[in-house]
């Protein structure tokens, strides 16, 4: 299974305190280096589902291994100190600490693994300045706190942070969707572009199956989900 | 390290506006806890000041109590009067080395007059054995000449704004007892010679003349009202017998402390009338025990006040804890463990339980210079220019431990939510 970003295999999971199972994945494994598109509406186990792919949630039954790792047999620090080396997340919103400078937001991921850190060519700082240039934020924004931006630009930022020190794997929730649609292809075309510049593995979920135009490869998350509410249930 | 330094800082910073009441609350919880507990030792420690290096209090058959109360402290008038001869009968004992008689009854704008001798400026001891000390003037003379000569107590000198050579009235009584106006010795009037320094000490509070002016007062009197009709002149007074007859109690010091208890049985079993002795210091902490439950009342006050204090702070925080927790989720989805976010929590609650506790402290510093003449002036509470802290490191310590955990307590909650959130923040 070398070479596999993701590989899940028999994956059951049960929020706390439930019997109820709101994810079972029987498998599914997502190559290294691929821009994988996961389709899902919400309530399908997409939260969930990201949940486990960070490590955040443990499942209670099945592997999931990220980089060939299974989160599962790690303690939680270890849990921890493993996704900020090998992981860079997008949230749609609320990504950035609002009271950091655009710049110390991006190095955050440098500050919690020395592993990230090392990965940066020429020093954190100017791989951090290399990626938010490539991202297209103007210079004189770099050094403003996190606050000021606009959204589109915080996206940005939230992107150059996911992208720092070459991790694994990059995981995108829905963060196109405070954005318009101008502001929004621009992400997704900067985004990929720059995964594929670092080597990094996409995982890019949402609902609206007009963004997975170019990805190599598209997931129907709750035709995989044995448990999934039918289309019938969620309207 | 430093960059998580940096980062609490920024983050606490750009929550200032809620942190500053945090600050608050916990300055104002400290400084009231240090202020009532100041002010608690302070009150118990001028109370059993009033009086020291007197072994004994002799006065007429009544309660220890009663006894100490309108000798020392001025406080209710004496049953019974005693003689004066058989004060100087009963006291006739090797180990006494100084009596002082004191005669009261008399007042002046509210202040109680005592009648005594030269000899109490002399003998009389306040707190650790302090003698009287005078801020002005000079003792009243105790002759013929000086027998209209008054000696004030500091706080008489400063709220009704006198000084030596002024002329004032003795009124017959004390103030409260009858009804009606007080009857006034206004054709005898008397002229202060002397302010004492100030004492923390109902001395204060007294209005100090000889015994022998206390007897040409009254020599026209006769049950408590001047004879119709009959009056004796100030100057004609000088030529009567002013030899004082009965006296309400006398202050006595021995020569050696250990013969205390013979000469209080040689007081009590004195034959020619029914005297009493008591020891001022067992007398007091009789007194000190019956109104003990003042000083009980003001330790609850204490403790509400911080559990008060402590319960705003956790309020001031919870309502904060929104924007904390999406910062959590944040930090947790970038790979913070527990140990950085506990570590960014923990320097938190540090510096704001530090901070709010040394507000405190100066707050306490500064209500103590601002309030502690105004308390000495009107209440007699000496704060004994401690500062608000001393003894009081326990009380400090328990402060700031509460306001730590109270300011850590709610951003933990916070914490373990983003721990149960999954990856979203769930805003």
New interface residues.
């Given amino acids: 299974m070398a070479g596999a970003a993701i590989a899940i295999a028999g994956l059951r999971y049960a929020w706390?305190g439930t019997h109820e199972a709101v994810l079972d994945l029987p498998a599914l494994d997502i190559a290294a280096s691929d821009q994988v598109f996961v389709q899902g509406a919400s309530g399908c186990g997409k939260?969930?589902f990201?949940?486990l792919v960070?490590g955040?949630?443990v499942a209670g039954r099945g592997q999931v291994r990220v980089a060939g790792v299974d989160w599962a047999g790690l303690a939680?620090?270890e849990r921890?100190?493993?996704?900020?080396?090998t992981?860079?997340?997008i949230?749609?919103?609320?990504?950035?600490?609002?009271?950091?400078s655009v710049v110390?937001n991006v190095l955050?991921?440098c500050?919690?693994?020395a592993l990230r850190a090392g990965r940066c060519e020429g020093g954190m700082q100017a791989q951090a300045r290399r990626l938010l240039a490539r991202m297209g934020l103007p210079e004189p924004a770099w050094t403003r706190p996190a606050a000021q931006l606009s959204v589109g630009q915080q996206q940005r930022v939230a992107a150059a942070?996911a992208l720092i020190g070459g991790p694994d794997l990059v995981?995108a929730?829905e963060p196109t969707s405070a954005l318009d649609s101008d502001t929004r292809d621009r992400f997704m075309a900067l985004l990929r572009e720059q995964c594929t510049a670092v080597g990094s593995t996409l995982v890019f979920v949402s609902h609206d199956r007009r963004l997975a135009q170019g990805f190599d490869r598209v997931v129907d998350l709750p035709a995989l989900n044995r448990v999934a509410p039918t289309a019938a249930e969620v309207a | 390290m430093t960059a998580w330094l940096r980062m609490a800082a920024a983050s606490a910073w750009a929550r200032r506006g809620t942190l500053v009441w945090v600050i608050v609350a916990i300055a104002i919880a400290t400084a009231l806890l240090l202020a009532i507990e100041r002010l608690r030792h302070d009150v118990r420690a001028s109370f059993l000041q009033a009086v020291s290096g007197t072994d004994l209090i002799v006065g007429a058959r009544t309660g220890p109590v009663q006894l100490l109360l309108y000798s020392v402290f001025r406080v209710g008038g004496a049953s019974n009067e005693v003689r004066l001869e058989a004060l100087d009968e009963a006291l006739r004992h090797r180990a006494v080395a100084w009596w002082v008689p004191l005669a009261l009854g008399d007042s002046h704008r509210g202040y109680p007059v005592l009648g005594t001798t030269t000899g109490y400026f002399e003998h009389f001891r306040y707190g650790d054995r302090q003698p009287l000390a005078l801020a002005q003037g000079r003792p009243f003379a105790g002759t013929l000449d000086g027998l209209y000569e008054a000696t004030i107590g500091a706080d008489v000198a400063a709220r009704l704004g006198y000084a030596p050579g002024q002329k004032i009235v003795l009124a017959h009584g004390l103030p409260g007892q009858g009804s009606g106006p007080m009857a006034e010795h206004a054709d005898k009037p008397f002229t202060v010679v002397g302010v004492l320094a100030r004492t923390g000490t109902p001395v204060d509070r007294t209005v100090h003349v000889s015994l022998e002016a206390i007897t040409a007062i009254h020599l026209d009197w006769m049950g408590g009202a001047p004879v119709p009709g009959f009056a004796i002149p100030a100057e004609a007074a000088r030529k009567f017998d002013l030899a004082p007859k009965t006296v309400t109690a006398a202050l006595v010091g021995l020569k050696s402390r250990s013969a205390v208890f013979m000469v209080q049985r040689q007081v009590q079993a004195y034959e020619g009338e029914p005297l009493m002795a008591v020891l001022p210091g067992v007398a007091l902490d009789e007194l000190w025990q019956a109104i003990a439950i003042v000083e009980q009342a003001l330790l609850a006050v204490s403790a509400l006040v911080a559990l008060a204090g402590i319960a705003g702070l956790v309020a001031v925080v919870q309502a904060g804890l929104a924007e904390r927790r999406r910062e959590l989720a944040v930090l947790r989805a970038i790979g913070a463990g527990r140990r950085v976010m506990l570590g960014l929590l923990a320097a938190e609650g540090l510096w704001i339980a530090s901070a709010g506790v040394a507000a405190g402290v100066l707050l306490a510093l500064l209500a103590q210079t601002a309030a502690g003449p105004w308390l000495h002036a009107n209440y007699g509470i000496a704060l004994v220019g401690a500062a608000p802290w001393s003894g009081q490191a326990l009380l400090l310590l328990a402060v700031w431990v509460a306001a730590m955990l109270a300011a850590i307590a709610p951003g933990w909650r916070a914490c373990r939510m983003a721990l149960a959130d999954g990856l979203a923040p769930r805003a």
């Fill in positions: 706390p939260s969930t990201l949940g960070a955040v949630l939680p620090s921890d100190a493993r996704r900020a080396a992981l860079g997340v949230f749609q919103q609320f990504n950035l600490l609002p009271y950091l110390d955050l991921p500050r919690l693994s942070r995981l929730d």
